[in-house]
């Protein structure tokens, strides 16, 4: 059998640098078609030395020009910018596109991939809240696959394997509640970025640790989940499970569930959507039931979350109301983690701007992009007023 060949966007990065692990523990199975990455040369240098890929893309020019002074004679092509990351994600043959890139700016890879029928494994979230609709809409016409990196959603991606959509009552996605689980109101208007930066149960990046402290993160998995089964939000909710252990369940028609567990390590759902539709051996320690006991399980309160309510009415308004929910909320997060915005007015400030900002047809990945870019002045503004 020949290797599935990964193109892994977002390298350098937490994902990315475990979905390479994962890759290392299946040489058999899989091989490295490309590598993107932001600014990390000296890192990327070293993946590429032992990966060897196609093509390698960077940020910017300087950071690509430090690439090829670093690999000399060992460099292969290496690009940047925008067009680089396009020429990673469709122009080194992939079989699957792992996208971890952060932000934005992995919309444009993900709708790339899809449209040329190639299959996204898709860690990068804001691919499915900005534009979930187009995304979705241009895998079913080239015929790919979206397979959720997520833990949560791809938990669902599990439990809901062989059952109907008729036989689904709802979708339940678990969420750690934050480190700030059970904290006052007053207690959370001085959280700082250094507290707010340790999550209890899993290691991220910065933007989704504090997305997570907000419950923001679960609102985007909300939307995230609606997109991939198809299933309306009020299907879908979200209950609190500090141990992170259960990572998401599903209750059928006939009252049973099931639910997906196992241990907090992200290499889990990476290697299940590059080994789908086929599960191969362990790349991780199976959880220990009785070290992991209590699985505890609360209410995701709607006053305390109201990052969770307002997700659910960006929704709601469909179009681009997603996509300004997640550009206003990108702004706000960066503001608070530079000392610019108290923690407890993050998801205020979303909301002003989704109140603020003209929601239009979700048309085009165009039409997405200009709603991103007035979302993000609106948020400056409120910041700076
Ligand atoms: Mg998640």
Redesign the pocket.
Same mark, same amino acid.
């Given at each position: 059998m020949s290797r599935k060949r990964v193109a892994v966007l977002g390298s350098t990065g937490s994902v990315g640098v475990q979905a390479l692990d994962v890759v290392a523990r299946h040489p058999d199975r899989l091989e490295v078609a490309s590598l993107a990455a932001g600014s990390n040369h000296e890192l990327l240098a070293d993946q590429v030395r032992q990966w060897k890929p196609a093509v390698v893309s960077l940020a910017t020019e300087s950071a690509a020009q430090a690439l090829r002074d670093l690999l000399g004679a060992e460099a292969p092509e290496v690009v940047w910018g925008d067009d680089g990351l396009m020429l990673a994600t469709t122009g080194a043959a992939a079989d699957v596109v792992l996208n971890a890139v952060v932000g934005a700016a992995g919309l444009s890879a993900t709708h790339a991939a899809v449209s040329r029928g190639i299959d996204v494994a898709l860690a990068n979230k804001e691919s499915l809240v900005m534009a979930g609709e187009l995304i979705m809409a241009a895998a079913r016409a080239n015929g790919a696959t979206v397979l959720p990196v997520?833990? #949560?959603?791809n938990a669902l991606h599990q439990c809901l394997r062989g059952t109907e959509t008729a036989e689904v009552r709802r979708l339940v996605l678990t969420a750690s509640g934050g480190p700030f689980r059970g904290w006052s109101a007053d207690e959370l208007a001085g959280v700082t970025p250094e507290r707010a930066l340790q999550h209890p149960t899993w290691k991220m990046g910065p933007r989704i640790t504090i997305d997570s402290a907000t419950l923001m993160?679960k609102g985007f #998995?909300v939307i995230e989940t609606h997109w991939l089964f198809d299933l309306p939000a009020e299907k879908i909710e979200v209950v609190v499970h500090p141990q992170s252990i259960v990572h998401s369940l599903i209750e059928l028609v006939d009252g049973s569930m099931i639910a997906h567990a196992g241990p907090t390590d992200m290499r889990l759902p990476i290697q299940n959507a590059l080994s789908y539709p086929a599960r191969w051996a362990a790349a991780v320690e199976p959880l220990d039931l009785v070290a992991s006991a209590p699985w505890t399980f609360e209410p995701a309160e709607p006053e305390r979350y109201p990052a969770l309510g307002l997700a659910r009415r960006a929704l709601d308004a469909g179009g681009t109301a997603t996509a300004i929910l997640n550009a206003a909320d990108e702004v706000a997060v960066a503001a608070f983690l530079e000392g610019r915005l108290a923690f407890d007015r993050i998801v205020p400030v979303v909301a002003e701007v989704l109140d603020t900002c003209d929601v239009t047809a979700a048309t085009s990945i165009e039409t997405i992009f200009a709603a991103d870019a007035a979302a993000r002045s609106e948020a400056q503004r409120h910041l700076g007023g």
């Open positions: 997520d833990s #949560e959603p993160n #998995e």
